[in-house]
């Protein structure tokens, strides 16, 4: 088997500059590096990366091209409420508010500027299934 060293979720957009603004704002990226075609992201311990691609860039097959759908991403904070306070004030699209589900974690759900359905979810202090 090979030795897997690093995995990156790559989101295909046609709205570059909104991605980036959407996810540095919200989460601890920062702009690892920066094309007209790719932005790549890393979190400030560098444990984390996020690329955005230029939908309609040759690097992407163009089978793929029209094709956005079929997965979402999640992210694992903190605090899911204050990140739903930062996406309010800033007029974010809001797919459903913050609510403790019956796994032990308190989630909202998003949507980026690209429409990728964004999981953003805190576990509950002491849960117990």
């Not at 603004?21 to 989460?27: A, D, I, K």
């Not at 997965?71 to 309010?88: H, S, W």
């Not at 796994?103 to 002491?126: F, K, W």
Request: no cysteine; hydrophobic share 40%.
């Amino acid at each position: 088997m090979k030795t897997l060293t690093r995995m990156m979720t790559n989101i295909l957009s046609d709205q570059l500059e909104e991605s980036k603004v959407f996810y540095t704002r919200l989460f601890d990226f920062e702009v690892d590096f920066e094309s007209d075609w790719f932005i790549h992201l890393i979190s400030k311990d560098k444990q984390l990366e996020l690329g955005i691609i230029q939908a309609g860039h040759a690097i992407v097959p163009e089978s793929t091209q029209p094709n956005n759908g079929g997965y979402y991403i999640t992210f694992v904070v903190d605090n899911a409420d204050e990140v739903f306070e930062i996406a309010k004030a800033k007029g974010l699209k809001i797919l459903s508010e913050p609510e403790n589900t019956f796994y032990g974690q308190r989630r909202l759900l998003l949507e980026d500027p690209n429409g990728t359905m964004v999981d953003v979810s805190s576990p509950i202090p002491h849960f117990e299934f």
